[in-house]
């Protein structure tokens, strides 16, 4: 399966996370990065990245739950292109409202 994620480089009140980081971290945690690129969202810059796994859609949201948690971000968007579903995953998700395909940056 082919999912792409937004991963926001901002942290409050620290410095932002350096790209490598953030593909190494995705890395190992059991995807493949097929292709990424660094955009500007509407709030901070951010990794637009497709990995390739092999993981359940259960298990890929547990995982991107945990990259949030490492790497410091309220959520992180994962979008499964495909089916056409996605979610927001992380801590502090809720407060961002419900996953909306519009809002994710390809």
């Known amino acids: 399966m082919d999912v792409i994620v937004n991963i926001g480089l901002a942290r409050q009140g620290k410095s932002n996370i350096a790209i490598g980081t953030v593909l ?3 890395a190992s945690h059991g995807f493949e990065v ?30 991107v739950h945990y990259l949030s948690l490492l790497l410091d971000q309220d959520c992180i968007a994962v979008y499964e292109l495909s089916l056409g579903k996605g979610a927001l995953c992380g801590p502090r998700a809720s407060e961002w409202g419900t996953f909306n395909p519009d809002f994710v940056l390809l």
């Open 34 to 63: 097929v292709e990424h690129i660094t955009l500007e969202s509407d709030t901070e810059p951010t990794v637009v990245a497709r990995l390739r796994t092999v993981q359940s859609w259960a298990t890929v949201q547990r995982r």
């Open 24 to 26: 190494r971290e995705v």
